[in-house]
């Protein structure tokens, strides 16, 4: 449970630091056990205005923030998810997916938004979670987990740490940044079907293409997987190189606020 904290807590200082600037100065122009990807899937976008700070913006300082991450809450949260013994059928992800929206849901200042999509003959759901920018509302800095799983005997995939993990931290940052208004949007999203071959992402992308440019942009996290291993394990953050910038101002964040060391992967097979 440690180790999901402490991931859990460089999540949100990590988003905190890219989207309410409270961490340093302005920036420069595929999933496994314990990484974080860093990319801009959608598109490159303008990173230089990241790390300005605005009098308009309202996010807590992320110490602050960290306070609010409940642990047991978090635990509940992967238990809950685990308790369904899988989600990897049509049944088992709707129940998963009932869970994520009553829980969403509670969240005030978060919008909640869900993308129903057709997948071998029935219909899947992503949830789209964003909390508006004060200063650049129409600037997003995207995070993803996915809410399925998977095993050998798929009427058996409990997936705590794949990716019950990361859903529970993607959950955990929108009832921390609840009520904030950072200085760009933060949109936290809850794919279905990842298993299947990225289907659910594959279907958001294809349907945000029509109506967000690549320029507003400015990165997308993708967490999957921050769960396992021993508890002094290193984080890995990996990323292409065009987007080095952006990995190197989450692992500032990252190493800043929490005890968790940084090991980045920058290669053009990441991501």
Same mark, same amino acid.
């Given at each position: 449970m440690r180790r999901v904290g402490i991931a859990l807590s460089l999540l949100v200082t990590a988003v905190t630091f890219l989207a309410c600037s409270?961490? *340093?100065?302005?920036?420069?122009?595929? *999933?496994?056990? @314990?990484?974080?990807?860093?990319d801009s899937t959608i598109g490159k976008g303008d990173l230089s205005a990241i790390g300005d700070a605005s009098p308009a913006q309202t996010c807590a300082p992320s110490t602050q923030l960290i306070g609010r /991450? @409940?642990?047991? $809450?978090?635990?509940?949260?992967?238990?809950?998810? !685990?308790?369904?013994?899988? $989600?990897?059928?049509?049944?088992? &992800?709707?129940?998963a997916a009932a869970y994520l929206r009553d829980q969403l849901s509670k969240l005030s200042g978060v919008?909640?938004?869900e993308q129903k999509y &057709?997948?071998?003959? +029935?219909e899947y759901v992503n949830f789209e979670a964003t909390i508006t920018g004060a200063v650049e509302p129409d600037r997003f800095i995207l995070i993803g987990s996915h809410y399925d799983s998977t095993s050998k005997d798929p009427k058996i995939a409990p997936g705590a740490d794949d990716d019950a993990s990361g859903t529970a931290a993607l959950l955990e940052a929108a009832r921390a940044l609840a009520g904030c208004r950072p200085a760009r949007s933060v949109r936290l999203l809850?794919?279905?079907?990842?298993? +299947? *071959?990225?289907? *659910?992402?594959?279907?958001?992308?294809?349907?945000? %293409?029509? /109506?967000?440019?690549?320029?507003? !942009?400015?990165?997308?996290?993708? /967490?999957?997987?921050?769960?396992?291993?021993p508890a002094d394990e290193d984080?890995?953050?990996?990323?292409?190189?065009? &987007? $080095?910038?952006?990995? @190197?101002?989450?692992?500032?964040?990252?190493? %800043?606020?929490?005890?968790? +060391?940084?090991? +980045? $992967?920058?290669?053009?097979?990441c991501g």
């Open positions: 409270d961490g *340093g100065g302005p920036l420069p122009d595929g *999933g496994s056990p @314990d990484m974080i990807v860093a /991450v @409940d642990p047991a $809450r978090m635990l509940a949260d992967i238990k809950s998810l !685990v308790g369904l013994f899988e $989600r990897s059928s049509h049944t088992g &992800q709707q129940a919008t909640l938004k &057709q997948y071998l003959g +029935k809850f794919f279905s079907n990842e298993e +299947k *071959g990225i289907v *659910g992402a594959t279907a958001y992308v294809n349907a945000l %293409k029509a /109506v967000l440019p690549p320029s507003k !942009v400015i990165g997308y996290i993708n /967490v999957d997987m921050i769960g396992y291993g984080l890995d953050l990996a990323t292409k190189p065009a &987007q $080095r910038a952006f990995a @190197d101002q989450m692992a500032t964040a990252v190493e %800043k606020w929490t005890s968790l +060391k940084v090991k +980045k $992967r920058i290669s053009d097979h």
